[in-house]
T-cell receptor, first 113, second 112 residues
Framework: QQQVKQSPQSLIVQKGGISIINCAYE??????FPWYQQFPGKGPALLIA?????SEKKEGRFTISFNKSAKQFSLHIMDSQPGDSATYFC????????????FGAGTTVTVRA | DADVTQTPRNRITKTGKRIMLECSQT?????MYWYRQDPGLGLRLIYY???????NKGEISDGYSVSRQAQAKFSLSLESAIPNQTALYFC???????????FGPGTRLTVL
């Protein structure tokens, strides 16, 4: 039973468009929410992360929006580029549980030129 | 990431065989993890180790065992492989803070 539910499973966006991936969780003890990016044939790598004391975090074209009351968080990829084509995983963890990560199922993003 | 290496990268084996997957890291991290990745299920934690003397089961440890031979080495064993253990396996490391994990390139395992 996955503790973090991620949608959609896949999405296709045109170059320059916005990609949006959504995640939801139930465990209110989670206090760290990272996103990992995985290219084909590679291991996942940390992309961006947020803690629940802020509602938004932006790094370049990537933004996490966090809604604590709804127990939801999302990744927005602005001005999507072909090089952003990858699988994205949201995750959640508890600092009290040594940051063991619970991952979502993943979203495969394809950016068409 | 060359800092975390996994061997072999690909392996095909038969049901009932014992197989070992190896992970080495040069990041100097104490914490190491083994995950399996399946389509539609994301990554699931098999075992983790916070130091050489500390090994813990993850959410799907049945059918697997691990050995932490040194700070830099963490091996995953399948004592008697079965077809539903066909998956992509990743090793990861983190420092004592634990909030960023660094993944190896993965091992694709096929059990026939």
């Amino acid at each position: 039973q996955q503790q973090v539910k991620q949608s959609p499973q896949s999405l296709i966006v045109q170059k320059g468009g916005i990609s949006i991936i959504n995640c939801a969780y139930e465990n209110t003890a989670f206090d760290y929410f990272p996103w990992y990016q995985q290219f084909p044939g590679k291991g996942p790598a940390l992309l961006i992360a947020i803690r629940p004391d802020v509602s938004e975090k932006k790094e370049g074209r990537f933004t996490i929006s966090f809604n604590k009351s709804a127990k939801q968080f999302s990744l927005h990829i602005m001005d999507s580029q072909p090089g952003d084509s990858a699988t994205y995983f949201c995750a959640a963890s508890k600092s009290s549980n040594d940051y063991k990560l619970s991952f979502g199922a993943g979203t495969t993003v394809t950016v068409r030129a | 990431d060359a800092d975390v290496t996994q061997t072999p990268r690909n392996r095909i084996t038969k049901t009932g065989k014992r197989i070992m997957l190896e992970c080495s890291q040069t990041k100097g991290h104490d914490r190491m993890y083994w995950y399996r990745q399946d389509p539609g299920l994301g990554l699931r934690l098999i075992y983790y180790s916070f130091d050489v003397k500390d090994i813990n089961k993850g959410e799907i440890s049945d059918g697997y065992s691990v050995s932490r031979q040194a700070q830099a080495k963490f091996s995953l064993s399948l004592e008697s492989a079965i077809p539903n253990q066909t998956a992509l396996y990743f090793c990861a490391t983190s420092d004592f803070l634990g909030n960023e994990q660094f993944f190896g390139p993965g091992t694709r395992l096929t059990v026939l």
